[in-house]
C-alpha cells in the first residue's frame, strides 16, 4: 500500500525558534500534498495544500508566513513553523493522494508532534 | 465550506455491532470517507463511498445517501482493538478533505 512518512515523530522547541518538518511518499509520486493540524481531542483541520513546482495554497486564519511549504519535487512537501510558540504546540500530520483524484482516499504520515516550551 | 456533523461518543461491548453516523453539508460533493485513529496516532483509511448505497469491507461497512447527505460506518463483531476513534470525512467539488470532530468509540468487554 501507499506509504507517507513523516520526520520527526516528535520535537521540542524553545520559544522563538524555528521547526523544519518532512512529508515523504516513499512507493509513489504525489503531486498533491496536505498539511493538516490536529489539537488534543479535536478533529484534523487543514492548513494548506502543498502543490509540486508551485506555491502552496493556505486555508483561511493559517499565516503563510508562519507555516511555510515547499513542495520542491513529487516526494518530498515541508513544512516549516517559523518563530514558534507555545500555541503553536499540536500534533501535524501531513498526508497525500495516489493516483487520480476521483476515487484515491488520502494516505497520512504518522504525525508530528510539536512542543513549544 | 463545509459542515460535517458525527456523534461525540460510543460504547459498546466486545461482540456487538456499532453505527456511527454521520451528517454533512458541502459545497460538491467527490466521495466521503471513513478513518479510525488510536489516539496519538494518525488517521488510516477505513472506507470511501461516492455513489448511494453500502460497501462492505469484512467487518467494516460504510452506506451512503447523496440526497440525504447522509453516511453511516458499520462495524460489526467489536473487538477491544476497535476502540478508536472513527472520523467521517467529505471531499468537496474542489476535492479538499474536511473531517468530522470524530466519534470516539469505547469497546468493552
Known amino acids: 500500500g501507499a506509504v507517507v512518512s513523516q520526520h520527526p515523530s516528535w520535537v521540542i522547541c524553545k520559544s522563538g525558534t524555528s521547526v523544519k518538518i518532512e512529508c515523504r511518499s516513499l512507493?509513489?509520486?504525489?503531486?498533491?500534498m496536505f498539511w493538516y493540524r490536529q489539537f488534543p481531542k479535536q478533529s484534523l483541520m487543514l492548513m494548506a495544500t502543498s502543490n509540486e513546482g508551485s506555491k502552496a495554497t493556505y486555508e483561511q486564519g493559517v499565516e503563510k508566513d508562519k507555516f511555510l511549504i515547499n513542495h520542491a519535487s513529487l516526494t518530498l512537501s515541508t513544512l516549516t513553523v517559523t518563530s514558534a510558540h507555545p500555541e503553536d504546540s499540536s500534533f501535524y500530520i501531513c498526508?497525500?493522494?495516489?493516483?487520480?483524484?476521483?476515487?484515491?482516499?488520502?494516505?497520512f504520515g504518522n504525525g508530528t508532534r510539536l512542543t513549544v516550551t | 465550506g463545509q459542515n460535517i456533523d458525527q456523534p461525540t461518543e460510543m460504547t459498546a461491548t466486545e461482540g456487538a455491532i456499532v453505527q456511527i453516523n454521520c451528517t454533512y453539508q458541502t459545497s460538491g460533493f467527490n466521495g466521503l470517507f471513513w478513518y479510525q485513529q488510536h489516539a496519538g496516532e494518525a488517521p488510516t483509511f477505513l472506507s470511501y463511498n461516492v455513489l448511494d448505497g453500502l460497501e462492505e469491507k469484512g467487518r467494516f461497512s460504510s452506506f451512503l445517501s447523496r440526497s440525504k447527505g447522509y453516511s453511516y460506518l458499520l462495524l460489526k463483531e467489536l473487538q477491544m482493538k476497535d476502540s478508536a476513534s472513527y472520523l467521517c470525512a467529505v471531499r468537496d467539488g474542489h476535492y479538499k478533505l474536511s473531517f468530522g470532530a470524530g466519534t470516539t468509540v469505547t469497546v468493552r468487554a
Open positions: 512507493d509513489f509520486q504525489a503531486t498533491t
Open positions: 498526508s497525500a493522494m495516489t493516483g487520480g483524484l476521483e476515487s484515491s482516499p488520502l494516505h
